[in-house]
């Protein structure tokens, strides 16, 4: 039963514009989420996360938005760069552990 | 450089036969954790330890063994490999108090 849900398994996004990726989730105890990025044969490097009680975290072209009410968060990245090309991972902390989504594929075309 | 290691980075297995992939950590983290991603399906827990001394189940555990050998190491063990269990398999750990995972870079495993 998965309790981190990533739907839209891959995104192919222009150079410079907004890339949004999407994540629900089903257990309302959660009470920390974080971005997750990964590249192939590496391993996932933490990317930004946000606290349970607040509903926007910002870092440089990284924001995570959390409504708490639809158990929804998203991640934007503004402007997209080559780069970002990745799998990001959705996930979400409680009882010491985290639960991750699916992933998303991002292809930022230059 | 700082971080968690992982060995070996890839191992092929006939049915049946055991191996360890080993997980050393430098950070003096408290918590450690063994996960492993299949494509399509994430990345699922297979086992963690918060401390020294403990490990739990995680999603994932049949077909699995662990052992928290000290503070900085924790290995995962298949005693009877099988084709299901070929899969990445990425360790992780946590400092108490913190919310941030550090991964390590990962062990591909392939079971014929």
């Known amino acids: 039963d998965q309790q981190v849900k990533q739907n839209s398994p891959s995104l192919s996004v222009q150079e410079g514009r907004i890339s949004i990726l999407n994540c629900d989730y089903t257990?309302?105890?959660?009470?920390?989420f974080l971005w997750y990025k990964k590249y192939p044969a590496e391993g996932p490097t933490f990317l930004i996360s946000?606290?349970?009680?607040?509903d926007k975290n910002e870092d440089g072209r990284f924001t995570v938005f959390l409504n708490k009410s639809a158990k929804h968060l998203s991640l934007h990245i503004v402007p997209s760069q080559p780069g970002d090309s990745a799998v990001y991972f959705c996930a979400a902390k409680g009882n010491n552990r985290l639960a991750f989504g699916k992933g998303n594929q991002v292809v930022v075309i230059p | 450089n700082a971080g968690v290691t992982q060995t070996p980075k890839f191992q092929v297995l006939k049915t049946g036969q055991s191996m360890t992939l080993q997980c050393a950590q430098d950070m003096n983290h408290n918590s450690m954790y063994w996960y492993r991603q299949d494509p399509g399906m994430g990345l699922r827990l297979i086992y963690y330890?918060?401390?020294?001394?403990?490990?739990d189940k995680g999603e994932v555990p049949n077909g699995y063994n662990v052992s928290r050998l000290n503070k900085r190491e924790f290995s995962l063990r298949l005693e009877s490999a099988a084709p299901s269990q070929t899969s990445v398999y990425f360790c992780a750990s946590r400092e108490s108090g913190a919310n941030v995972l550090t991964f390590g870079a990962g062990s591909r495993l392939t079971v014929l």
């Open positions: 330890s918060a401390s020294e001394g403990t490990t």
């Open positions: 946000i606290s349970s009680i607040k």
């Open positions: 257990n309302s105890m959660f009470d920390y």
